[in-house]
């Protein structure tokens, strides 16, 4: 299988600590998504990092890529409430046509 | 700008039965794809078009499965005849253009929850 995984499972912090989630996918890719759901909702876009960079920030998030560990995390600073919700990793693999998602880090931040 | 929109938001069926979602894209989006989201994992393609074209529906049981995008615009889903682990969430997503390499960001729809009992 191609679908990546997300490392841990489940987390759950206190408001305004930082969240780290990971991502572990097994192919070359071309470029790799993070997105976020909330319970019984669709997926929302966060960011997209390309494979030649290492890192990327979009306001309290921040995405690092390693291509030769092939991972990926996902930091979420000062954690809100509102942040609660399953977050995955969707890799663009460079052979094929689709993304894949991973199984998903659910995240819960405590008020 | 409006979302993608789906319907319906939930189904119960019984095993055997027939059913089918609709979905209807965000505007200019020519990229529209079908998802199945079992419960405790990440989405799995089903079925991706380009404008009324099919691009890749590798994943589609097509001894049940059926998917059509009449004028490159609407889609319906239809799963026929239904089996119990076909309880998911089927989700419809689209992109301006082919997301794959192109780094486009996929927009989602609410999803539809199916139940087979």
């Known amino acids: 299988s191609q679908q990546g995984e997300e490392d841990p499972q489940a987390l759950s912090i206190q408001e305004g600590e930082n969240a780290t989630m990971n991502c572990s996918y097994k192919?070359?890719?071309?470029?790799l998504q993070w997105y976020r759901q909330n319970s019984g909702r669709g997926l929302v876009h966060l960011i997209l990092i390309r494979s030649n960079e290492r890192e990327k920030h979009s306001g309290r998030l921040r995405v690092t890529l390693d291509t030769s560990k092939k991972s990926s995390s996902l930091l979420i600073t000062a954690s809100r409430a509102a942040d609660t919700a399953s977050y995955f990793c969707?890799?663009?693999?460079?052979?094929?046509?689709?993304?894949?998602f991973g199984t998903g880090t659910s995240l819960t931040v405590i008020p | 700008e409006a979302g993608v929109a789906q319907s319906p938001r939930y189904k119960i069926i019984e095993k055997r039965q027939s059913v089918a979602f609709w979905c209807n894209p965000i505007s200019g989006h020519a990229t529209l794809y079908w998802y199945q989201q079992i419960l405790g994992q990440g989405p799995k393609l089903l079925i991706q078009?380009?404008?009324?074209?099919?691009?890749?529906d590798s994943q589609l049981p097509k001894d049940r499965f059926s998917a059509e995008r009449l004028k490159g615009v609407d889609s319906t889903l239809k799963i026929q005849p239904a089996k119990l682990e076909d309880s998911a969430v089927y989700l419809c997503?689209?992109?301006?253009?082919?997301?794959?390499?192109?780094?486009?960001?996929?927009?989602f729809g609410p999803g539809t929850r199916l139940t087979v009992l």
């Open positions: 192919t070359s890719i071309n470029n």
């Open positions: 997503a689209s992109s301006l253009d082919p997301a794959a390499r192109s780094g486009r960001a996929l927009f």
């Open positions: 969707a890799t663009d693999p460079t052979t094929g046509n689709q993304f894949y």
């Open positions: 078009f380009q404008n009324n074209g099919v691009v890749d």
